[in-house]
């Protein structure tokens, strides 16, 4: 497909463990996002990527969190030392990355992420 | 108080009403994005956008900047317009990718 892919679907895991959650973004956009989005509220912006390098990683919560993106395609956002309150879904984005009015985003499915 | 802020919270309607959602936001933007989000989580970008109105199909949006207000109307609605509706703004110097996000309007057409 030519969508934004984003594996795994759904990722249980135990307080304090490692994840790592992957986004596959449309073939050539150079902007990837990173997006979470809690139940009953609006996504929250964590991370932005424009080719390799993270232009705002602003809505990291804190350094548990760390996305990387070495080849300007594939994203992995890594989680460490999970808590329960990092439950959510976790939503990938892309957009061919001008960044101007016509820069449409395109949203993956989503990671459905559950601490226990 | 947040940022945005979307109203109504729920909307219920009948198949064939004009329907119109509100968004207001507290800062300065460059621009402003009209989300649909289906149950189960996908969600579709309708559009982007920073001064007057644009129109798809039967979804018109329109925004007042110095309202600092955007509404969402659609014509002759129909049940598969049933979703959430997302507001989010790119504040005025603010990165493409640092939205912020109303909590979302959820609209339910019957038929």
């Known amino acids: 497909g030519a969508g934004v892919s984003q594996t795994p679907s759904n990722k249980v895991t135990e307080k304090g463990k490692y994840v790592e959650l992957r986004c596959d973004p449309i073939?050539?956009?150079?902007?990837l996002y990173w997006y979470r989005q809690s139940l009953g509220q609006g996504p929250e912006f964590l991370i932005y990527?424009?080719?390799?390098?993270?232009?705002?990683d602003s809505g990291l919560p804190n350094d548990r969190f760390f996305a990387v993106r070495p080849e300007g395609s594939v994203s992995t956002l890594k989680i460490q030392r999970t808590e329960r309150g990092d439950s959510a879904v976790y939503l990938c984005?892309?957009?061919?990355?001008?960044?101007?009015?016509?820069?449409?985003?395109?949203f993956g499915p989503g990671t459905r992420l559950t601490v226990l | 108080k947040n940022e945005v802020e979307q109203s109504p919270q729920n909307l219920t309607a009948q198949e064939g009403e004009f329907i119109t959602i509100n968004c207001s936001y507290s800062?300065?933007?460059?621009?402003l994005h009209w989300l649909q989000q289906h149950p189960g989580g996908g969600i579709v970008s309708l559009f982007m956008?920073?001064?007057g109105k644009k129109k798809h199909g039967r979804l018109i949006a329109t925004i007042n900047i110095q309202e600092k207000h955007s509404s969402l109307h659609i014509t002759a609605s129909h049940p598969r317009d049933s979703a959430v509706y997302i507001c989010?703004?790119?504040?005025?110097?603010?990165?493409?990718?640092?939205?912020?996000f109303g909590k979302g309007t959820k609209l339910s057409v019957k038929p």
């Open positions: 984005a892309s957009s061919p990355g001008a960044g101007g009015t016509t820069d449409t985003q395109y």
């Open positions: 073939s050539g956009h150079t902007a």
């Open positions: 990527f424009q080719g390799t390098g993270a232009a705002d």
């Open positions: 800062v300065g933007i460059s621009a």
């Open positions: 956008l920073s001064s």
């Open positions: 989010a703004v790119r504040t005025y110097g603010g990165s493409q990718g640092n939205l912020i």
